[in-house]
């Protein structure tokens, strides 16, 4: 079993920026993939961007590309995310996600992870 720990949510001014950390805990893999979705009120959980954490190999939304970057921090055991540039369309409560090999459904579906954390705030005032 697998616990997730995200911190780094706060409120930020639109145009700023904040960044996110994801601790995992528990049971070691050999080989995962962690990422980050986001759900706004209202609306469905979307994915943001994920990590193959043995390789570093990234993939993100559209709507954050150029914005946001994903990073894996081997020494502190956890997954960041960097978010620049940030707009009130990106507030949401951002969740982290663990999903080791191999994939079903993709990694840009909810329902390919099998660990989440409880996810912590982002709200971007404009």
């Known amino acids: 079993q697998v616990h997730l720990v995200e911190s780094g949510g706060g409120l930020v001014q639109a145009g700023g920026s904040l960044r996110l950390s994801c601790a995992p805990s528990?049971?070691?893999?050999?080989?995962?993939?962690m990422g980050w979705f986001r759900q706004a009120p209202g609306k469905e959980r979307e994915f943001v961007a994920a990590?193959?954490?043995?390789?570093?190999?990234?993939y993100y939304a559209d709507f954050v590309k150029g914005r946001f970057t994903i990073s894996g921090d081997d020494s502190e055991n956890t997954v960041d995310l960097q978010m620049n540039a940030l707009k009130p369309e990106d507030t949401a409560v951002y969740s982290c996600?663990?999903?080791?090999?191999?994939?079903?459904?993709?990694?840009?579906?909810?329902?390919?992870?099998?660990?989440w954390g409880q996810g912590t705030q982002v709200t971007v005032s404009s």
């Open positions: 528990g049971r070691k893999f050999s080989l995962y993939y």
């Open positions: 990590i193959h954490w043995n390789d570093g190999e990234t």
């Open positions: 996600a663990f999903k080791t090999f191999p994939l079903r459904v993709g990694l840009h579906q909810a329902n390919e992870y099998d660990y």
